[in-house]
């Protein structure tokens, strides 16, 4: 199994920007995994917002199109979210998650949650206005 640690949230007023890291430790290659950010906020459905495959392909859900940008970097071992423009909606708890290797692959990298396996703690992100 692989363990995912986030880190970065905090607190920010609209418009401003926060990067969210999660590092991936497992016996498996770095680049076996999709790797995803997800965020909940209480009472609600965790929603998948971004997802990345080992081989560069990305996937973003609509209402963050533009503002975010989601990278991996194999030497770190490292997920990233880059979060830009922030509004008092994108306020969360941001979970990574990583597929199971086994998998066949997928043609567009997803965004729901059946598909990961293995989750984070989550990291806490408050956008005031």
């Known amino acids: 199994r692989v363990q995912l640690v986030e880190s970065g949230g905090g607190s920010v007023q609209s418009g401003g920007s926060l990067r969210l890291s999660c590092v991936v430790t497992?016996?498996?290659?770095?680049?076996?995994?999709?790797l995803g950010w997800f965020r909940q906020v209480p009472g609600m459905r965790r929603e998948g917002i971004a997802a990345?495959?080992?081989?560069?392909?990305?996937n973003y859900e609509d209402s963050v199109k533009g503002r975010f940008t989601i990278s991996r970097d194999y030497a770190k071992k490292t997920l990233y979210l880059q979060m830009d423009s922030l509004k008092p909606e994108d306020t969360a708890i941001y979970y990574c998650?990583?597929?199971?290797?086994?998998?066949?692959?997928?043609?567009?990298?997803?965004?729901?949650?059946?598909?990961?396996?293995?989750w984070g703690q989550g990291t806490q992100v408050t956008v005031s206005s």
């Open positions: 998650a990583a597929d199971d290797p086994g998998g066949l692959g997928y043609t567009t990298p997803p965004l729901a949650e059946y598909h990961y396996r293995d």
């Open positions: 990345a495959d080992f081989d560069g392909r990305t």
């Open positions: 497992s016996e498996d290659d770095f680049n076996s995994y999709c």
